[in-house]
């Protein structure tokens, strides 16, 4: 059955001046070579005129149809992007959060109907949030960047065990009773990690390369905080902003209105994880695959029918936005951001 790359403008929508971008889209697609030309045409364009800078990959069913690279990993070195270039791929992380909390799942050590007291018993604030609504965006949780960027000093950098103790000093209230509404939560997958490495006995970094990118053979994706932890990572995609006083591209670190990379960096479940376009061809074909996963975790995974209390369809599985499209069927989609980088995932 023939379908179309469909959403290939809303990533265009969604990019900003020089912002690395990564796209990766699994849509069939019909008269390919035709489409794929029209599409390499596009990317072209966008980056003779300055608009974009980024890897791109289309593949249908594991085949890969488009792979290319657009400008510079590194502007100081002058150093190219290429497929192998690692890029943060900030909110779509969490997919690999949730899969972390499936694999728990798994091993009979979580259950997803269970309280988050369950396991945080420091959290006691919050007696009604549900593993589950933590992973659908129904907990009410408060977001901690707008709590931190008030209570925090922001004289170091911020970890996991910050959000926790900045909870429980200031027992801010749910946004919203837990399971009555959806509202996207960094504060719930930032939780779900530290849920992880309580319950495995490892760190978050260590779980998911243990449990998820080495069987996957995705040797170039790791969780990597590179200001608190940092180290070299071959061929690292360097994020850069504009400044809009002297038109140059900076280190998103060096501007004072995107400072908060610094503060922010050691954080991890709602984001941290950096990819490769190639690693991330590998992980989309392990879904299919029930050497990783079974049908009914799948099915977890992908689940388009949670919905509130009050009825309302969240369309949102564990890390995946869903939807089903006239002309491509059943969607599963994720969009990430923060300074520098734009990443799609599809």
Known sequence: ??????????????????????????????????????????????YAGNKFNGNVLIAEKGKVLYKKSFGLA??????????????????????FTAMGIVLLHRQGKIKYDAPLVKYMSELSMYPKVTIQQMLNHTSGLPDYESLMDSLYDKKSIATNQTIIDMLIKHHPPLLFESGTKWEYSNTAFALLATIIERLSGKSYPDFLRKEIFQPLNMN?????????????????????????????????????????????????????????????????????????????ETKDVFDPTASTTRGMKTNYGMGWFLQTDENCGKLAWHTGGWPGYRTYIE
Request: glycine share 4%.
């Open 1 to 46: 059955m023939d379908s179309i790359i469909c959403p290939i403008h809303l990533s265009l929508q969604a990019m900003k001046k020089i912002s690395l971008f990564f796209f990766l889209s699994f849509c069939l697609v019909a008269k390919a070579q035709n489409r794929i030309e029209k599409i390499d045409s596009i990317f072209t364009s966008l």
């Open 220 to 296: 170039n994706t790791l969780v990597h905080t590179r200001r608190y932890r940092p180290k070299f990572i071959p061929h690292y995609a360097f994020g850069y902003t504009q400044d809009s006083a002297s038109g140059k591209n900076l280190l998103p670190d060096s501007l004072e209105k995107t400072k908060y990379v610094i503060w922010l960096d050691g954080i991890v479940g709602d984001g941290t994880v950096n990819s490769t376009v190639n690693d991330l061809l590998k992980w989309d074909r392990a879904l299919y695959s029930e050497k990783f996963i079974s049908k009914e």
């Open 74 to 95: 590194n502007e100081s070195t002058g150093e190219q992007l290429t497929e192998n270039s690692v890029f943060e791929l900030a909110s779509v992380s969490k997919q």
